[in-house]
């Protein structure tokens, strides 16, 4: 009964994503604005420099993803002489988000960036702060009831839909456009990965006819991956391709087709990580990752706070582009992506 | 001269590490952090606010510690018992979610406590098991999802709400600590724990009934850790499945700097809320020092390092 209802709820999850069809749609299914149409203009920026603004960068966790962010945001805000007061890390531990908050209201900062945890857990969260009318922009999830534009400025998110595609294009272009796929997502009810995975799914499922899905699996915990990605060649050792819902796990489904001796099974994934990208450049199972550009991402949080606190208007939901990295453009899609270059042993020849 | 030396001989330096520790860190903040609001009425509120749960967990586990004993999975009977709590409060009144999230936390403690008591299998071992168990419960309660917590008289209660101007969390971590200092110093059962825990074999000796003890304060850390469930419940208006995962080693420090001993005999509730204060204070200083969160990782870890190395200096002799 247990594992219907999981299927039902997780069935009623894909069924909203993939309803959203061939574009990224915001939490509250808001049109997207791509990044590149939210910029300051340099008369504005002097405006904002004579305020004295502060903001505080109130993360949900540690990564490359995370620093490429900051980066970004603490460049723009630089721009506009706007002082970073306060960066944290809450550990994905809610309680430790709101206490991060309040914290770093304690510095009165006009600008709060953050990526909120759940929607159900930070609306309280960030409730001391949006009756501060502190200008909040969202990094992918938005908390419950909270309005655009009086609660908040915008929410900035990947391309969702066009990372899972992208995806699909390249596994589907490794194969040769045919063969069999399995399919490993996020088994959660999370907005950002639902997104990703459906459209991967939805692409090889219309644009791709001979290619088929034959194994599909959800996933929670990455610990797990290596042992769902055992099963899965158990069951079809002839697969041809193997998507995971992002690089931790896809670390685990590679050494579970290691252990296996399998050579021929082509796996892409979400996110940069090194030995994923590894194994791509040495021409091992691993055909591409798609990675969304995070410096970006920070930009454009910054850009639409900063028109925010010039009363502009800002569009609600606003998308950054997202990048397919290959064994050939590895170095500069490292850069594009995170700003920093691309570690060593990915770039030895 | 000599009368200097006598005295400092006589100093218990290492039961008033954390006092001390408390005091420096507090001057080093209110110093060097006095522009950036450390001081405000209403940033030390919030230190007492953000460490509620967690001191209230820390009282729990002087108590098993004191025991001989210790309990690994308070963090997830946090969990276990905010969702309960929550489920609960969608169809019924406060008192029932009250009921549920705190009788769950104390039914959890009993099976801790009679593996423990009865079926003479090790805490650490018991509760690290349990740890995980209860954990996968809390994740499979609700497939995953947040549950959020409408009752306003649950959150004012538990979390979000003032009386007399006094914030509810604040006054729960005084009502807390005054019953937790009372029942382990001056009752007869906070002597049998502290007996029990310096040596179980002298206390079954002189009479007390050492099982039931360890029964007892495996379950006084079982309803803790519900009642701490509750308050990140009312906190947040809402439960979640992570709620308490990552208090385990804070909490752990805490009731160690504040002078109890991991190995039994020995414990104080007091030192439990200020060693509490100590790691919320260090969280709440660093970030408004506006340090790298990797930094502030590391000086909090080298600062916890160093009290607790002073705190057991001694008992490692």
């Known amino acids: ?349 | 001269m000599t009368a200097v030396k006598q005295r400092l001989s006589g100093f218990d330096f290492q039961n008033m590490v954390v006092y001390i520790g408390f005091i420096a860190i507090f001057i080093f903040f209110a110093v060097t952090l006095y522009d950036d609001g450390f001081l405000t009425q209403r940033n030390l509120t919030n230190i007492f606010l953000q460490t509620a749960p967690a001191t209230i967990m820390a009282i729990g586990l002087v108590f098993a510690l004191s025991a001989g004993e210790i309990d690994l999975s308070f963090g997830s009977i946090v969990a276990v018992s905010a969702l309960t709590a929550a489920v609960v409060l969608r169809d019924y009144p406060l008192i029932m979610g009250v009921a549920a999230g705190l009788g769950v936390g104390i039914l959890i403690g009993a099976l801790n406590g009679v593996l423990v008591a009865y079926l003479k299998l090790p805490s650490f071992l018991v509760t690290l098991a349990t740890m995980g168990l209860f954990a996968g419960i809390a994740r499979s309660m609700t497939d995953l999802r947040s549950v959020p917590v409408m009752n306003e008289a649950f959150t004012g209660f538990f979390g979000s709400g003032k009386l007399f101007s006094v914030p509810s969390l604040l006054i729960w971590t005084v009502v807390a600590v005054a019953i937790g200092h009372i029942f382990y110093r001056h009752t007869r059962f906070g002597a049998h724990v502290l007996a029990t825990g310096d040596n179980p074999r002298a206390a079954q000796v002189t009479g007390i009934k050492v099982p039931r003890v360890r029964l007892y304060v495996m379950m006084i850390c079982g309803g803790t850790a519900g009642l701490a469930g509750l308050l990140y419940a009312g906190r947040l208006q809402a439960a979640k499945y992570t709620l308490g995962e990552s208090d385990l080693m804070t909490v752990i420090a805490a009731v160690i700097v504040g002078g109890t001993a991991l190995n039994g005999g020995k414990g104080s509730v007091i030192g439990a809320l200020l060693g509490s204060l100590l790691m919320g204070m260090l969280n709440n200083g660093l970030i408004l020092m506006n340090l790298k969160v990797s930094d502030q990782m590391i000086v909090r870890g080298l600062i916890i390092l160093l009290a607790v190395a002073v705190s057991l200096r001694d008992s490692s002799r």
């Open chain 1, 1 to 349: 009964m247990k594992r219907y209802i999981t299927q039902l709820a997780v069935g009623a999850a894909l069924a909203f994503a993939t309803s959203a069809l061939a574009e990224t749609v915001g939490p509250q299914g808001e049109t997207a604005t791509p990044s590149a149409s939210v910029m300051v203009a340099e008369a504005d920026l002097e405006v904002i420099r004579a305020g004295g603004h502060t903001a505080a960068l109130l993360w949900h966790d540690q990564s490359d993803f995370v620093n490429a962010v900051t980066a970004g945001a603490t460049d723009e805000l630089a721009r506009a002489g706007i002082e970073v007061v306060a960066t944290t890390s809450a550990g994905f531990d809610a309680a430790k988000q709101r206490s991060d908050i309040e914290t770093a209201l304690t510095k009165n900062p006009s600008i709060i960036l953050s990526l909120p945890l759940d929607p159900v857990t930070s609306a309280a969260a960030f409730q001391e702060a949006r009756d501060n009318d502190v200008k909040l922009v969202f990094l992918s999830n938005l908390p419950s009831g909270y309005e655009h534009p009086a609660d908040y400025a915008a929410i900035v998110t990947d391309d969702l839909f066009q990372m899972g595609k992208q995806a699909a294009d390249a596994l589907a272009a490794s194969m040769g456009g045919k063969g069999t796929v399995g399919w490993i997502y996020h088994d959660a009810a999370y907005y950002v990965t639902n997104q990703r995975d459906n459209a991967f799914k939805t692409t090889i499922e219309n644009d791709y006819p001979d290619i088929s899905i034959v194994a599909e699996q959800g996933i929670s915990d990455p610990a797990r991956a290596e042992d769902i990605a055992n099963a899965m060649l158990l069951r079809n050792p002839d697969i041809g391709g193997i998507y995971v819902t992002w690089a931790g796990p896809a670390e685990g489904v590679l050494a579970a087709l290691r252990a296996n001796g399998n050579t021929t099974t082509k796996m892409v994934t979400l996110d940069l990580s090194e030995p994923v990208a590894l194994d791509m450049v040495r021409g091992g199972n691993v055909a591409a990752i798609v990675a969304d550009e995070a410096y970006e991402l920070g930009r454009a949080m910054a850009a639409a706070a900063i028109l925010d606190l010039l009363d502009q208007d800002v569009p609600p939901f606003v998308v950054a582009p997202a990048v397919t990295v290959t064994a050939d453009n590895v170095v500069e899609g490292w850069m594009q992506s995170l700003h920093i270059d691309a570690p060593k042993s990915v770039t030895k020849d």
